[in-house]
T-cell receptor, first 112, second 109 residues
Framework: DAMVIQNPRYQVTQFGKPVTLSCSQT?????MYWYQQKSSQAPKLLFH???????NEADTPDNFQSRRPNTSFCFLDIRSPGLGDAAMYLC???????????FGPGTRLLVL | DAKTTQPTSMDCAEGRAANLPCNHS???????VYWYRQIHSQGPQYIIH???NNETNEMASLIITEDRKSSTLILPHATLRDTAVYYC??????????FGAGTRLTVKP
């Protein structure tokens, strides 16, 4: 089945140690999104790629970066994780901007 | 995009219809109403969306009032697996999604 895959499902990192989360898709969608969801809160959009064009949300900290080497893969890099960055990170895809988004299962990040 | 208002939580008996309301009184004519749900520790799942007309698919029905200021998501025969947070989102075609607080639906045996 076509899907959005996120690995790992759980990631533990140390305070200040760079960490990368990965997302892949078999839907061949043009747009890939990254959301952050803290405990008991709604998902919050961090940024997205429309093909190779990167679109950052105005309030996304510089500590968060993203790479999209090809259509299928997109990475979320956290350069220096703080305790406040512990959250579920969700990847989503859509065919085009504004089209229905399909989410992966998420990666839960724990910062020690 | 217009702001939405949903009840914080609702209960529903298993096998009965679950009716989840959403107010979007500032919606503009070309904004769509989307519904997603999020089961605990999973990613959000698309349910249904509509512009003006009522919509139905294999998961749910979406009823939009004639003035488009409110809508209702209907799960016709709720099961325990429908327990989740349900998000109503209003957005312009082409815009990003903005999640609100959602409604926590608990389906009880």
């Amino acid at each position: 089945d076509a899907m959005v895959i996120q690995n790992p499902r759980y990631q533990v990192t140390q305070f200040g140690k760079p960490v990368t989360l990965s997302c892949s898709q078999t839907l061949n969608h043009n747009v890939m999104y990254w959301y952050q969801q803290k405990s008991s809160q709604a998902p919050k959009l961090l940024f997205h790629y429309y093909d190779k064009d990167f679109n950052n949300e105005a309030d996304t900290p510089d500590n968060f970066q993203s790479r999209r080497p090809n259509t299928s893969f997109c990475f979320l890099d956290i350069r220096s994780p703080g305790l406040g960055d512990a959250a579920m990170y969700l990847c989503a895809t859509s065919r085009g901007g504004g089209e229905t988004q399909y989410f992966g299962p998420g990666t839960r990040l724990l910062v020690l | 995009d217009a702001k939405t208002t949903q009840p914080t939580s609702m209960d529903c008996a298993e096998g009965r219809a679950a009716n989840l309301p959403c107010n979007h009184s500032t919606i503009s004519g070309n904004e769509y109403v989307y519904w997603y749900r999020q089961i605990h520790s999973q990613g959000p799942q698309y349910i249904i969306h509509g512009l003006k007309n009522n919509e139905t698919n294999e998961m749910a029905s979406l009823i939009i009032t004639e003035d488009r200021k409110s809508s209702t998501l209907i799960l016709p025969h709720a099961t325990l697996r429908d327990t989740a947070v349900y998000y109503c989102i209003v957005r312009l075609e082409g815009n990003d999604m903005r999640f609100g607080a959602g409604t926590r639906l608990t389906v009880k045996p």
